[in-house]
């Protein structure tokens, strides 16, 4: 709160007062203080590249770019686009190129180029006007790939386009490789390198998969099917609006669908699912939260199945 009201204190002291005219001379170099640099990232032995990765920035030594604090360390997020390329943006000046981070396993910086300068042993220098691409090349420490290839179960045709793999522990969940899911549910990741990984989709249905010196067939990515399960509020006392609530639902699935006043939807998953309601009005609380003799503030909806009953939400007048 008190970092709040101050910057409405510097906003005040800062902002001219009414009927002052204040003029001066815009300076356009000052206007433009970042450049776009594009790029593109490759991997030897054709490999597939990483979907992202993280390059630290320091500024070089006795340099301060322009909109950069002195000694502020910054970095690059790497994330190629369909057709390889990528594009970031920095504010003109001299940096030097850290190791990167949030590479898959078996990955590591070859080389890094930018303008014909080489970045492990100079600094990268962003002009107001450059055109060159930065090249960066990644190695994969002489290991051999394998494919990893399955089906995704319990989707109708083209009901998704895109699956991933990645290391169960990895911290950054962009990092990682990605392929095409046929209209059949068949994927391939052709080239993956020896580890311990998940394959995974849409963050909802993930398999494990150990990857050594052999082709890994056969793996099966089971989509949960959502599970609808209808709701309605009911509001104890002489109120005749019902107000406006949020229901929601947390596990396998949850998402929620409002269907007029005082009904929903919620969309579920097999498994445990904590059931809870935010934006209750001032002058209400809530009283029960059930599915047919369940309390769902004392326990979660587990499912297995199709749902039978609705859930019920009483909510009463405060004393």
């Known amino acids: 709160m008190s970092s709040v009201l101050f910057s409405v204190l510097l906003l005040l002291q800062t902002t ?7 003029s001066g001379k815009v300076n356009r170099e000052q206007i433009k203080v970042s450049q776009e640099i594009t790029g593109r990232p490759s991997v030897e032995e054709d490999a597939p590249a990483p979907s992202s990765f993280t390059l630290p920035l320091m500024p070089a030594a006795g340099e301060t770019p322009t909109g950069v604090p002195a000694r502020a360390s910054t970095s690059l997020t790497i994330r190629p686009q369909i057709d390889g390329s990528f594009r970031v943006v920095l504010p003109p000046g001299e940096y030097r190129v850290g190791a990167p981070s949030g590479l898959p396993p078996g990955y590591t910086l070859k080389s ?25 090349e990644l190695a994969t420490d002489g290991m051999t790939a394998v494919s990893v290839s399955g089906r995704v179960t319990g989707i109708a045709p083209g009901q998704v386009h895109r699956i991933a793999l990645r290391e ?10 990605e392929t095409s899911v046929g209209t059949d549910g068949a994927f391939t990741f052709p080239k993956v390198l020896p580890g311990n990984y998940i394959v995974y989709l849409r963050l909802r249905a993930q398999t494990q998969v150990t990857v050594g010196n052999k082709d890994v067939t056969g793996v099966t990515v089971a989509y949960p099917r959502d599970i609808l399960v209808a709701g309605h509020v009911i509001v104890e006392g002489a109120q005749t609006v019902t107000p406006a609530i949020m229901v929601e639902g947390k596990g396998p699935a949850g998402t929620t669908q409002s269907r007029g006043a005082g009904t929903f939807i919620l969309s579920l998953g097999n498994g445990e699912n904590t059931i809870t309601v935010r934006n209750i009005p001032e002058a209400y609380r809530l009283k029960s939260i ?25 909510l009463a007048p405060k004393d």
């Open 16 to 22: 001219p007062a009414a009927g002052v005219k204040v």
């Open 112 to 136: 890094i180029v930018y303008g014909g300068v080489d970045l492990l042993r100079s600094p990268l220098k962003v002009g107001s006007n450059d055109s060159s691409e930065l090249l960066i």
């Open 168 to 177: 169960p522990t990895a911290g950054d969940l962009a990092t990682a490789l």
């Open 290 to 314: 059930t599915y047919g003799d369940l309390d769902l503030q004392k326990e979660p909806l587990k499912l297995d199945g199709p749902a039978f009953w609705d859930i019920i939400v009483r």
